[in-house]
């Protein structure tokens, strides 16, 4: 009866499984997996998705940006105020400045208005003395004097210095070699005009010739220029003139008659009006990207289910629709939407706006006085200016892309936290079991020891 008893208690342990090594770290690593599966990677997946919504928001701020910005440069008024200035002939050049007069005018030119030069009489070298003692020159051009004093060691080079020194806003001297030992000093008035006449006076009668009083000689005489305006007879003392028209600069440049329209340039308008339309389109087809709805993960945006991300989009429609007043709508400037949502212009459309009435486009595009066909005067807020607005109200600090961001930070700092919490949970719970499964193994080690001894026991001696 006990070897029977003990015989079972033996096979009992073995049917258990004792000793075949179940509890082992391998097992704990598959245990621990399922729960990583069922408690971590849900969080660890929503922790990616919510780092994909703050890059893919990146996105949609940047291009929004870039929207607002455009809208904002078309509220510019000084975009209707450039001009440009089209020359036809060689004789004059011509630039004209924001606000100036657009206007077709001609220009004749029939004299160049030119510098007084002067040279004096002839020194053997540029280090030949010219005066025997100290004394002084008075130098005058046009109204003005100046007083160059010179001494015994007084060069023609170091005169020259002195009247660049003292003078030389008004004159510009220099020594020239003419012929071999024929050095001359050369005077040419800095500004053109008749009014600007040379002349060198000793005061002290200490020089040591006439070169450069009565030897002094004029080689070209300062003249004034004259032309006519549209048949007018004007003279000016400069090629350069910037008092013929409020904002005109007038650049004479040889004999003879040009042709001068000035007119509205519309380079930069239109340029900033493509940009507009560009990055219309830009964020719009970021929004639908990024909202689009579908059962299927892979092609649904990752702001589907977004309500602030949605109600840009149809803020931004609706706000085309909405831009209509006195000044009419968009589309009356050639502005259009296909049914695929894609924004163009037609530039004719425009330009044809522009030509009837450019300060009425100014003030539908960027604000001001709007005056009707029949005289009323209306002051407009400005299309663009309402764009810029709206759209800033998304970007602007603790705007919408902002509370969108907000949401983001807060939900990966949860997700974080409760990975965190869920790790350290585990770690502590697989730790137990760990210490669990060695007691065990410990007490499965002592079964297996007393079964080897009943199976021992339990065996019958072989006979000798």
């Known amino acids: 009866m006990q070897d029977y008893e003990t015989k079972g208690f033996v096979m009992g342990i073995s049917s258990l499984g004792v000793g075949s090594g179940i509890l082992t770290q391998s097992v704990l690593d598959q245990l621990r997996a399922a729960d990583d599966a069922k408690r971590i990677k849900p969080l660890t997946l929503n922790i990616v998705n919510e780092n994909d919504k703050s890059a893919a928001r990146d996105v949609l701020n940047a291009a929004m940006v870039n929207f607002r910005d455009a809208a904002n440069e078309l509220q510019n008024t000084s975009l209707f105020d450039a001009r440009k200035a089209n020359v036809t002939g060689t004789s004059v050049a011509v630039t004209a400045t924001a606000g100036s007069d657009i206007q077709s005018f001609t220009l004749n030119v029939t004299q160049l208005a030119q510098k007084q030069i002067s040279e004096s009489g002839s020194y053997t070298a540029d280090t030949a003395l010219v005066a025997s003692g100290t004394g002084s020159l008075s130098l005058t051009i046009g109204a003005k004097s100046y007083t160059i004093n010179y001494d015994a060691t007084t060069t023609l080079k170091t005169l020259k210095n002195s009247i660049n020194k003292i003078a030389g806003a008004d004159v510009n001297a220099s020594v020239v070699q003419v012929a071999t030992g024929d050095f001359r000093l050369f005077l040419s008035a800095a500004n053109e005009g008749a009014a600007q006449s040379i002349s060198l006076t000793d005061?002290?009668?200490?020089?040591?010739?006439?070169?450069?009083?009565?030897?002094?000689?004029?080689?070209?005489?300062?003249?004034?220029?004259?032309?006519?305006?549209?048949?007018?007879?004007?003279?000016?003392?400069?090629?350069?003139?910037?008092?013929?028209?409020?904002?005109?600069?007038?650049?004479?440049?040889?004999?003879?008659?040009?042709?001068?329209?000035?007119?509205?340039?519309r380079t930069n308008l239109e340029t900033r009006v493509d940009s507009f339309v560009k990055q219309y389109n830009a964020i719009m087809n970021e929004i639908s990207k990024q909202t689009k709805s579908s059962t299927d993960s892979k092609t649904r945006g990752i702001f589907s289910n977004d309500s602030i991300v949605n109600s840009m989009k149809s803020n931004i429609q609706n706000m085309l629709g909405s831009i209509s007043n006195a000044g009419g709508n968009l589309e009356n400037y050639g502005f259009s939407i296909d049914r695929s949502g894609i924004m163009s212009v037609d530039k004719t459309v425009l330009n044809t706006k522009i030509d009837a009435n450019s300060n009425n486009v100014k003030a539908f595009f960027s604000g001001g006085d709007y005056t009707s066909a029949t005289g009323t005067v209306t002051t407009l807020t400005g299309a663009f200016s309402s764009f810029y607005t709206t759209v800033n109200s998304f970007t602007k600090t603790n705007g919408d892309l902002d509370q969108v961001k907000n949401t983001i930070t807060q939900s990966l700092s949860d997700y974080q936290a409760r990975k965190t919490s869920e790790i350290k949970r585990l770690d502590e719970k697989y730790a137990i079991l760990k210490k669990k499964y060695t007691a065990y193994n410990s007490i499965i080690n002592k079964f297996n020891s007393v079964s080897s001894l009943f199976t021992q026991l339990s065996t019958p001696a072989t006979k000798a």
Not at 210 to 219: A, E, K, P, R, V
Not at 229 to 239: D, L, M, V
Not at 257 to 264: A, L
């Open 203 to 265: 005061t002290s009668a200490l020089l040591s010739g006439t070169q450069l009083t009565t030897g002094l000689s004029t080689i070209q005489a300062g003249q004034d220029a004259t032309f006519t305006y549209n048949g007018q007879a004007i003279t000016r003392s400069s090629n350069t003139v910037t008092d013929l028209v409020s904002g005109y600069t007038v650049a004479l440049k040889e004999l003879g008659s040009s042709t001068v329209n000035v007119s509205q340039d």
